[in-house]
């Protein structure tokens, strides 16, 4: 399983799975999901994608897996209880909330003492860019200022096309509110590692690691 493009989650970082309450955090597609719940675990897919939740249900029924997908925005977990879950694995999806740090706190709540977060993030640098201009002149050149997000820094036609096309706005987030913000939500992270894209993707990743991955534990 990855929470970020092409590393491996450490298996020691799962724990044993068998009956424990797991929360696929806006991981649904059909990939994730179904293996956690294929591990043993109780598992429930939250997304804010139909689409993304119907794969889960598709994959789970042609595998005689039991799933529960429920729809909803990553930073609001209301629907669930305090301490409903064991585990969350959340990868790479919080670049399209533009604060990541209601999405901790809400992890925070609805995990047990003691729970696993596992989470993807985005290399905050990765933003500094525009990938599409690199691409085409075979240059990284500094664009933007930090912090970055569509809204703001796109210009007015570019950030119409994106409308018009039905795409995202994505968001960067500093390391202060991606590492940070999980320590000031009540984690301790326990582990951590960094990921490369792939040169298809941006040239930046020729200089460095566009990924980061933690796994945080919820302070008893």
């Not at 794969?55 to 042609?62: G, I, P």
């Not at 995990?111 to 993030?121: D, H, M, S």
């Not at 320590?183 to 990924?211: C, H, N, Q, V």
């Amino acid at each position: 399983m990855i929470l970020t493009p092409n590393k491996a989650v450490p298996r020691e970082w799962f724990g044993d799975l068998a009956g424990k309450a797991v929360l696929g955090l806006a991981s649904g597609g059909g990939q994730q999901v179904p293996i956690l719940a294929a591990a043993g675990a109780m598992v429930t897919s939250f997304d804010n994608s139909g689409a993304q939740l119907a794969l889960d249900r598709m994959v789970a029924e042609r595998e005689g897996l039991a799933v529960r997908t429920v729809q909803g925005d990553m930073t609001d977990l209301s629907v669930f209880a305090d301490a409903s879950f064991d585990l969350i694995f959340h990868p790479v999806s919080n670049v399209i909330v533009p604060d990541v740090n209601p999405v901790w706190r809400e992890c925070a709540r609805v995990l047990k003492p003691g729970g696993r977060l596992l989470a993807g993030v985005m290399n905050p640098a990765h933003f500094w860019f525009d990938h599409d201009e690199a691409e085409q002149t075979g240059q990284l050149v500094v664009k933007y200022r930090l912090p970055y997000a569509d809204v703001t820094s796109l210009p007015a036609d570019e950030l119409k096309a994106r409308i018009t096309r039905g795409e995202l706005f994505e968001y960067s987030h500093s390391l202060d509110d991606q590492i940070g913000g999980q320590l000031k939500a009540g984690f301790a992270i326990t582990g951590f590692y960094e990921d490369d894209w792939s040169d298809g993707a941006t040239p930046l990743t020729r200089y460095g690691p566009m990924y980061l991955a933690t796994l945080a534990r919820r302070v008893e």
